[in-house]
């Protein structure tokens, strides 16, 4: 079967995409099924989930509107979630919103508990290494941005109808994330709107149908989910090119008790009878999957792909560059010295001297979570930090300074010159990076709680954690944990309150003025 699927995907001139469901979730992280997690939450209310099943007619997302109602007067006044009302009360603006909020949370917790050992814990690991151009999910917890952590995630319908995607390195969470409770498709209502734009949705997706073989995981052939996508792709293809989808789409059944994985034609009813033929593998095991996509190979990581693809989106986009562009030939002469930008093959010698005015937020991001040395430290501190800093406070230049020789024993050398800008951002301490004074009472209140970072990010949803941590003391930060907190979060690179972070991460690690990094570690 292996090295069926491999000549298969070698057909294709891109990587594939996952197309990801709950299946995976109830297999890696031991979640429940969506009955299951309304189930557990009508226990809270005073009526059975019998009770709700009956009024609903049995239609699940009519049952998560039902009990809703219910929650939302228990949440809003038991002194049980009185907690949970400090934190998130802003957030719920809707009837739904406090079950929407309860079930992040508990799913959360769950998504700490990856299989890490045995046969599962095999398949992750494998999974951590699929070559992959990106993923599709309607699965609400984390799992997958911990996967790939250097994919950028888009979180419900309106991120990736109005956001600039680009197709490569990124996950698409069409049915919400708990990171963002509100954004969870849940009751018949979110159901009804997801339903109303998913033509819109589809348009979205349907390069990402037509380009690439799409890996689907943790669903049946029959799954309604899976079918109202492809329904809505569908009626964006005309009869005559439906057949582009012919052998793109794969779909992965896990069949315990089959006693060797094999391949199977199946068809795939989506438009009034019309059915698409796919490829089901057929599996006791995902190991054998996962290892087939690993062994893909391409020239380039996702991520750089995707930082190129949105190099060029801006320049055709704004079609007036603020940085001057220089395309150039293999053998062709140097460019200028005010180049900023530059495209080509072989082109790497001229580029050196002018790539760090090039350099961006991210890369130093980048650089300072994998702990790289790719760059000349003190190029960074002459020429790309006072850049940075002219549009943003919120840059890590700590590691650079250090790294530089521009910082002995927690203090700047005096001996040398510096940017107005850098020298600021050198003296600076943790205070630039505190959240607003809602979010800095909380964090008050957490922390005299879970009195280290460890235990509240154990516990609280990534977004909330990125809300409150920067009002904690430094005292507060494991640094190996921190830094392994920011790497699982790294699909949230563009999100200010994860930037502030890695600034704290940068300014504990690298300022020399933090209270020592034994006593950090020790915290």
């Not at 052998?247 to 060797?260: G, N």
């Not at 949105?310 to 062709?332: C, F, G, H, S, T």
Request: proline share 3%.
């Amino acid at each position: 079967m292996k090295d069926q699927l491999l000549i298969h995907l070698r057909k294709f001139t891109t990587a594939p995409f996952l197309f990801v469901g709950s299946g995976l979730s109830r297999r890696y992280l031991g979640s429940e099924t969506w009955e299951g997690l309304l189930r557990r939450f009508a226990a809270k209310t005073p009526q059975s989930y019998d009770y709700y099943r009956a009024s609903a007619g049995g239609d699940l997302p009519r049952i998560a509107t039902e009990i809703s109602k219910a929650f939302h007067e228990i949440w809003w006044h038991d002194p049980q979630y009185e907690e949970s009302r400090a934190v998130y009360s802003a957030q719920s603006v809707a009837v739904d919103s406090a079950l929407k909020i309860e079930i992040a949370k508990y799913i959360s917790g769950q998504s700490k508990g990856v299989a890490a050992e045995g046969g599962l814990a095999e398949e992750v690991a494998a999974l951590r290494k699929a070559v992959v151009d990106g993923v599709i999910t309607t699965n609400w917890d984390t799992f997958l941005e911990e996967t790939f952590p250097e994919f950028r995630g888009f979180v419900g319908q309106d991120e990736l109808l109005f956001s600039a995607h680009q197709g490569i390195g990124e996950i698409y969470k069409i049915h919400g994330c708990v990171s963002r409770p509100t954004s969870i498709v849940l009751t018949a209502a979110d159901y009804d709107l997801f339903n109303e734009r998913n033509a819109y949705l589809a348009a979205k997706l349907l390069t990402v149908f037509v380009e690439h073989p799409v890996v689907f995981l943790g669903y049946s052939l029959s799954d309604r989910n899976i079918a109202q996508v492809l329904r809505g792709i569908g009626t964006c293809l005309t009869s005559a090119n439906i057949g582009e989808l012919r052998d793109r789409l794969i779909f992965v059944s896990w069949e315990p008790d089959i006693s060797a994985p094999e391949i199977v034609r199946s068809d795939l009813v989506i438009l009034d009878g019309f059915s698409i033929p796919v490829l089901q593998i057929r599996t006791a095991s995902l190991l054998p999957v996962f290892e087939c996509l690993g062994e893909l190979r391409r020239v380039f990581p996702a991520r750089i792909l995707r930082r190129l693809k949105e190099q060029v989106y801006a320049l055709v986009r704004e079609n007036d560059p603020k940085r001057k562009l220089y395309v150039i030939d293999i053998d062709d002469s140097r460019p200028s010295s005010d180049v900023e930008v530059v495209f080509g093959v072989g082109a790497i010698s001229a580029m050196k001297d002018i790539g760090y005015r090039g350099l961006t937020r991210d890369d130093l991001i980048d650089s300072l979570l994998d702990e790289k040395s790719d760059f000349d430290a003190r190029r960074v501190v002459s020429e790309t930090l006072p850049r940075l800093l002219k549009a943003t406070s919120y840059v890590p230049a700590f590691r650079y300074l250090r790294l530089g020789g521009f910082i002995k024993n927690g203090a700047i050398d005096t001996d040398v010159k510096l940017d107005r800008r850098v020298l600021e951002c050198a003296r600076s301490d943790l205070k630039r990076f505190l959240p607003a004074t809602g979010y800095r009472n909380r964090a008050a209140k957490l922390l005299e709680k879970y009195k280290t970072f460890d235990g509240f990010a154990s516990s609280i949803a990534a977004a909330d954690v990125l809300r409150c941590a920067t009002a904690f003391p430094e005292t507060a930060f494991a640094v190996d944990s921190l830094r392994a907190f920011l790497l699982s979060n790294r699909s949230r690179i563009r999100e200010t309150d994860y930037v502030k972070l890695v600034c704290v991460y940068d300014w504990i690690s690298n300022s020399g003025r933090a209270a020592t990094q034994e006593s950090t570690k020790a915290a």
